[in-house]
């Protein structure tokens, strides 16, 4: 399987990429947060609040 930031063979030491400098490309996208997954918006409320206001009955 080759290194999937730019299609080297992959190093051992570094798995699944080639070198450090390929992890670290890799890192800072995930920082930079170039890499997201797709969100779809809902019109419906989620189910869990927004707002927690802790009581007597929770608190035990």
Same mark, same amino acid.
């Given at each position: 399987? &080759?290194? %999937?930031?730019?299609?080297? +063979?992959?190093?051992?030491? @570094? #798995? %699944?990429?080639c *070198?450090? #400098?390929? =992890?670290? $490309?890799? $890192?800072?996208?995930? $920082?930079? !947060? *170039? @890499? *997201?997954? %797709? =969100?779809?918006?809902?019109d !419906?409320?989620? +189910?869990? &609040?927004? !707002?927690?206001? %802790?009581?007597? +009955?929770? $608190?035990?």
């Amino acid at each position: 399987m &080759p290194c %999937p930031m730019c299609n080297k +063979s992959q190093d051992k030491k @570094y #798995r %699944p990429f080639c *070198s450090k #400098r390929c =992890a670290d $490309l890799d $890192l800072g996208k995930w $920082l930079t !947060e *170039s @890499y *997201s997954i %797709p =969100a779809v918006e809902t019109d !419906e409320e989620d +189910s869990i &609040p927004t !707002e927690f206001t %802790p009581n007597e +009955s929770n $608190l035990h």
